[in-house]
């Protein structure tokens, strides 16, 4: 369970966004619903850890993500799973390796059983020894899941993660989110602006800006 309260942040221009405090329980699939500028990706980031946020706290389960201090990026590799909205890999290696990092970032000892498990669930064992150039938009959307997965997170987090899909992609990639999210008894919380993604989840957290 992720939990917010009493969340706000000031950028440096002064521009200052407000967030209504929520629970997002595990098995729950999420919507971050908002207008463009609203704060969908501020609060994503501050959800994270990646972006300390200016009040208020972020909870997962027992643990304060910004009284971690050092040990907020092994907490995150080992308990988050977050799909960008473009996919990022480290091109001088190839899908496996580039999975091997990320259990190794957790801390965690190295499964290639488990590696072998997430690509063949999501169709991409034949690709375990390809560059990540290599893949098409849809083959490294399936690859970013596979790695928001792959440590068995207690939370995964999607920004925009269908955006450049097509229908039939959008309606894959959306189906494997929601069904390792299920499989884990992860929560899932998605960004988006996509109408074709409000159609798949039914809880919806609005971002407002709270225009001050
Ligand atoms: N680094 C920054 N410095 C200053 N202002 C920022 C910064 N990042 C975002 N903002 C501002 O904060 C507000 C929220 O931005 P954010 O990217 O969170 O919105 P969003 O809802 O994700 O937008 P979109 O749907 O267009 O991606 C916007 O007004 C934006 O201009």
């Known amino acids: 369970m992720i939990t917010i309260s009493s969340l706000a942040h000031v950028y440096p221009t002064g521009k200052k966004i407000y967030f209504e405090d929520a629970k997002f329980l595990d ?15 501020t609060l994503l980031n501050i959800m994270t850890g990646l972006l ?6 972020v909870m997962l389960n027992e ?79 399936r690859l970013s899941i596979a790695r928001a997965v792959l440590n068995n997170p207690s939370i995964i987090f999607a920004d925009e993660p269908t955006a450049s899909l097509d229908d039939r992609n959008t309606e894959k990639v959306l189906d ?10 992860a929560s899932l919380i998605v960004a988006t602006h996509d109408k074709r993604v409000k159609e798949m989840i039914s809880n919806i957290y609005f971002v407002n800006g709270g225009n001050s």
Not at 31 to 38: F, P, T
Not at 121 to 135: M, N, P, Q, V, Y
């Open 27 to 41: 098995n729950e699939n999420w919507l971050i619903l908002g207008d463009s500028g609203s704060g969908k990706s």
């Open 52 to 57: 300390s946020p200016t009040k208020g706290q």
């Open 63 to 141: 643990t304060n993500l910004y009284q971690l201090g050092g040990k907020l990026d092994k907490f995150r590799a080992k308990h988050m799973g977050i799909v960008f909205q473009k996919p990022y890999f480290i091109q001088s290696l190839n899908v496996t390796e580039n999975l091997k990092l990320t259990q190794s970032l957790a801390g965690l000892s190295k499964n290639p059983e488990r590696i072998t498990e997430v690509l063949e669930s999501l169709g991409l064992i034949d690709k375990r020894d390809a560059f990540t150039k290599e893949l098409s938009v849809g083959q490294l959307q």
């Open 176 to 185: 494997l989110l929601i069904n390792h999210a299920g499989r884990q008894n």
